[in-house]
């Protein structure tokens, strides 16, 4: 495996990605293709492929790439980044049932990681899943939040994020 050459195309797209520069990006997709031309099996150059596709906002060609780099057993951060790029792509594509699938695997194999978390939240709202998705978010911003405001009313708005379908106060006499 030459991962001189991988790691070359990840450099380069990573930097076309930055730089918002399609041409770059290009150039790391051929380079990519090459590399998986020469090693098919490999998971971390299929999902290579997969993540240029989505930089260059090829998601339709992007999905088979991040499908079969899970089936090749692609593991540790770049299973994380997968799934999160999949999943995305899926919501971006308007599968939202295989986006909210992804995601929630995501989830639970990497509980630690909030931008899979808040994927899943605008996959579920897209869902029509409003409750959970609102639940997640205020959750995610509770736990981040430095915002003084929102760090006074913590507790009640931890409550409601669980309760939001409860009504308060019935009417005033």
Same mark, same amino acid.
């Given at each position: 495996?030459?991962?001189?050459r @991988?790691a070359?195309? *990840?450099?380069?797209? /990573?930097?076309?990605?930055?730089?918002?520069?399609?041409t *770059?990006?290009?150039?790391?997709?051929?380079?990519?293709?090459?590399?998986?031309?020469?090693? &098919?099996?490999?998971? /971390? *150059?299929?999902f290579? +492929?997969?993540?240029?596709?989505? +930089?260059?906002?090829?998601?339709?060609e992007?999905?088979p790439?991040?499908?079969?780099?899970l089936e090749?057993?692609?593991?540790? %951060? #770049?299973?994380e980044?997968?799934?999160?790029?999949?999943?995305?792509?899926?919501?971006?594509?308007?599968?939202y049932?295989? #986006?909210? /699938?992804? @995601?929630?695997?995501?989830?639970?194999?990497? %509980?630690?990681?909030?931008?899979?978390? *808040?994927f899943?939240?605008?996959? @579920?709202? +897209? #869902?029509q899943?409003?409750k959970?998705? @609102?639940?997640?978010?205020? &959750? +995610?911003?509770?736990?981040? &939040?430095?915002?003084?405001?929102?760090?006074?009313?913590?507790r009640?708005?931890?409550?409601? #994020?669980?309760?939001?379908?409860?009504?308060?106060?019935?009417? /005033?006499?």
């Amino acid at each position: 495996m030459d991962r001189e050459r @991988l790691a070359e195309a *990840i450099q380069l797209r /990573e930097e076309g990605r930055a730089k918002q520069d399609e041409t *770059i990006l290009r150039q790391a997709k051929a380079l990519l293709m090459e590399l998986h031309a020469a090693y &098919t099996d490999d998971a /971390e *150059i299929t999902f290579q +492929n997969a993540v240029v596709r989505d +930089n260059l906002g090829l998601g339709h060609e992007a999905v088979p790439f991040y499908t079969r780099a899970l089936e090749q057993g692609l593991a540790g %951060p #770049s299973l994380e980044r997968a799934l999160l790029g999949l999943g995305s792509t899926y919501r971006g594509l308007g599968e939202y049932e295989k #986006s909210v /699938e992804t @995601l929630r695997r995501g989830v639970r194999e990497f %509980p630690q990681n909030r931008a899979l978390q *808040i994927f899943l939240a605008m996959a @579920l709202y +897209n #869902s029509q899943q409003y409750k959970e998705a @609102l639940e997640l978010a205020l &959750t +995610n911003l509770l736990e981040t &939040t430095t915002d003084e405001k929102l760090l006074y009313f913590k507790r009640g708005l931890e409550y409601y #994020s669980t309760h939001l379908d409860e009504k308060w106060y019935e009417g /005033e006499e």
